[in-house]
């Protein structure tokens, strides 16, 4: 049986062959050109780090999506850490443990703001890691995802 990750991608795959043969390939690489772009604005390359065993990385909120969310969702390399181990720190505003928000609680990222978010206690090491953010919001759609991959660094973010 696939795993879900491996299914999503032969299912991505499949897609872009199909938009490839009804539009052209370069439909395929412009498209892939606008995912490179929207990884570039939305997580601050560089900023996954490690210190006194937590890791942080930080995303930029440009006006793509704004809004509440019920739920904060991270992955590190395939596995989710617990909600309890998670903070969100937007900026300006007081940090939210992900145990602390739901429906009655949302999240709320304002848009342009940067965002820190703290995992501890995180072991990794030094080599890249995959990252997924999954947040679940009040409106349509359900669910906003997000993942990069970037090596982790020492000490606090830039």
């Known amino acids: 049986m696939l795993r879900s990750a491996t299914r999503a991608d032969l299912s991505l795959l499949d897609q872009g062959i199909s938009l490839g043969i009804g539009y052209g390939f370069h439909a395929v690489v412009e498209l892939a050109r606008l995912g490179e772009l929207?990884?570039?604005?939305?997580?601050?390359?560089?900023s996954l780090r490690i210190e006194g065993g937590r890791a942080a990385f930080t995303l930029r909120n440009p006006p793509l999506r704004m809004g509440a969310f019920s739920a904060v969702r991270v992955l590190w390399d395939g596995t989710e850490i617990p909600a309890g181990q998670v903070t969100v720190v937007p900026d300006g505003l007081p940090p939210r443990p992900s145990a602390e928000v739901d429906r009655d609680r949302p999240l709320t990222i304002p848009v342009g703001a940067r965002c820190e978010f703290l995992l501890h206690p995180t072991a990794g090491d030094s080599h890249r890691h995959r990252i997924?953010?999954?947040?679940?919001?009040?409106?349509?759609?359900?669910?906003?995802?997000?993942?990069?991959?970037?090596v982790l660094l020492p000490g606090p973010a830039p």
Request: no cysteine; net charge negative; aromatic share 14%.
């Open 132 to 150: 997924r953010l999954e947040l679940q919001s009040i409106a349509i759609p359900p669910k906003v995802w997000f993942e990069f991959s970037d």
């Open 38 to 46: 929207l990884l570039h604005s939305v997580y601050e390359p560089g």
